[in-house]
Nanobody, 123 residues
Framework: EVQLVESGGGLVQAGGSLRLSCGAS????????IGWFRQAPGKEREGVSC????????HYADSVKGRFTISSDNAKNTVYLQMNSLKSEDTAVYYC????????????????WGQGTQVAVSS
């Protein structure tokens, strides 16, 4: 059974940091890329960052470049999202998802999704 489990969300003050984790099981980790997405109340889901676990290729949305860092621990089948200099507009439910790896770090299709973890940034 494929599972993606997010953890690490919480409430933090603006300027603070959080590290999200995405634990994966049930599929061959190296064959997939992992993406982080977020959805704020009343807004559409947006892509935040992706990593291709086979070679570490990464991609970031412009809104998080320089503040967020995605990394992968292939031995633990876990992807992390280190979020620094958090802003109130980063408040959202964060989801991780897995898609078959492609030439780009972010595949066109994500096959598996986690349940999400809430991040709230107070100003």
């Amino acid at each position: 059974e494929v599972q993606l489990v997010e953890s690490g969300g919480g409430l933090v003050q603006a300027g603070g940091s959080l590290r999200l984790s995405c634990g994966a099981s049930g599929f061959t980790f190296d064959d997939y890329a992992i993406g982080w997405f977020r959805q704020a109340p009343g807004k559409e889901r947006e892509g935040v960052s992706c990593i291709r676990s086979s070679d570490g290729g990464t991609h970031y949305a412009d809104s998080v470049k320089g503040r967020f860092t995605i990394s992968s621990d292939n031995a633990k089948n876990t992807v992390y999202l280190q979020m620094n200099s958090l802003k109130s507009e980063d408040t959202a439910v964060y989801y991780c998802a897995a898609g078959r790896r492609s030439l780009l770090p972010c595949p066109a299709t994500f096959n598996y999704w986690g349940q999400g973890t809430q991040v709230a940034v107070s100003s």
